[in-house]
């Protein structure tokens, strides 16, 4: 598809859109020209117990420092639900969506508001105060909502892991964070299959000193293991619990959750996002993004575990008191249609998945979706990873029937939420282009030694400016915040992806040009899977690198060497993989593992991944120069026993 291949917008789509072209321009120019003015306005989306009078208070230089809406007192939780009660207390507020497609439920803002202020209170007998960080480890269900919610009521933190990841990586969040209280659930259910999530917990709880209760939610009702003294039911503590709870006061920069991220290096980091400025963000980049109008039913497929769930299922949706639909289930089972069963089920407007959910359905052809009628829909979006052209007009064309415009959002657990999209209503589309940066973001390309580069160009992607949603720092770490995101291009946020952008200023994400990897739109820092990989008896060393993947994006290779007398063989293999998937999680799976003598090192010891990439890509006629490697025979070894 070349550059120039747009879609425009549709003028009914442009007509009684929040935003027009003319007006996405006005906001643009407005957001740079007066940002504090802006920013005060926009502000006023949101709920306030003291409104800010001081708004942006920034800087990308030195220690950096970013505070918005500084002075501001407000709670998260009164945004999400108790200014709706009055205007709209019985409209739902959640349609849950059960793994089975026999099982849902609708709750109102009215239900919804009561279940978290049971919840807030019964945390709160459980001794958690305002400040203390509280571990969530569930499934998609709606105390998922509930428990966000009333740890933001009482000024709890919370950090949500992902029910898919192992018990360590649950413990060694809950060890960084030093939670005192983990919320779980007896088990998960997805695609038919159940999760062990309490017998995760009570894995991951033996090495977790800090924790004194776990409050289990009832959930497929099968019998778990309870410990006497640590462990509650959540249904039993909220019955006994109090329906009023007042909000906590909370300063706009007073922390609002926690989210482990991969980055290129060591352990996952905690990106701390706050009060004031995420909620603003999340409420904004949500009514532009998706031109959310009132009465509409929104689905965002995402887990509450990853960012997408935090700002695009749960906050932002409920901020402008929209209906969020959840979805326990994933969307191949129990048949390839079901995302599309559901669409008419609960009659939605707004579907905002993964690129890699498309590619997979992709596959199976037309059938399956031209069997439903769609008809409810009215935008569609992308999250994740780059969106290929071809997946972008079979969404396009077969989802969306040509009348639903595609809104490819690019942004990062550290954003907070979307920083480049088009909107419906103002931003003609071009297949495989996040497009153009929302008014107020500020990015820009720059070379490898940080020069801004002009026009029409390819390079590193940096951002100019501070915008409400951006993550404060890395919890306890201030240090790594700086070093990972301010350090390769001074006094500029690095995202850490590379850009190109076209004649019309138009970004087209390219992905990481660091050592993470996106598989499935997952985030992994090969750095991870190595430490996983060489913690295994059998392995001495391990270089872990992305290769591309027709389904996934990106798969992952791992490039091994085994201790000395220890043999390589298929058996083996498949244990490494199992180790894995045990150390970390079914997402960190090896695609494929090539058994390694030798690895190619520099003089000092440094493996050249750009070489295991190229191999793993099958590259191997644009190696570069291998030159500097200490032996380089190794390369043609690798070259030779390539997998795949
Ligand atoms: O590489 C980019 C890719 O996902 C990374 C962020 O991952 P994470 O923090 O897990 O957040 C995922 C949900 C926002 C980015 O650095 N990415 C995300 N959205 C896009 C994307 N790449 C291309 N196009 C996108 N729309």
Redesign the pocket.
Known sequence: MPDDALIAVKPELAQGARVDAARHRTMTAEAIRDPEGFWREEAKRIAWMTPPTKIKNTSFEGDVSIRWFEDGVLNASVSCLDRHLETRGDQVAIIWEGDDPNSDAKVTYRELHERVCRMANAIKALGVKKGDRVTLYLPMIVEAAVAMLACARVGAVHSIVFGGFSPDSLSSRIQDCDSTLLITADQGRRGGRTVPLKTNADEALKSCPTVKNVLVVRNTGNAVPMQEGRDIWCHEACAAASADCPPEPMNAEDPLFILY?SGSTGKPKGVLHTTGGYMVWASYTHELVFDYRPGEVYWCTADVG???GHTYIVYGPLANGATTLMFEGVPNWPGIDRCWQVVDKHQVNIFYTAPTAIRSLMREGEAPVRKWSRQSLRVLG??????NPEAWMWYYRVVGDERCPIV???????TGGILISPLPGAVDQKPGS?TLPLPGVQPALVDGEGNLLEGATEGNLVILDSWPGQMRTVYKDHERFIQTYFSTFPGKYF???GARRDADGYYW?T??VDDVL?VS???MGTAEIESALVAHPKVAEAAVVGMPHELKGQGIYCYVTLKTGEEPSDALKKELVAWVRKEIGPIAAPDAIQWAPGLPKTRSGKIMRRILRKIAANETDSLGDTSTLADPTVVQDLIGNRVG
């Open positions: 991220t990853w960012v997408t992308s999250v994740g990873e780059p969106i490819d959002t690019w942004w990062q657990t550290e996040a995202s850490g992806d994400i992905g990481r996106n739109g997952h985030r």
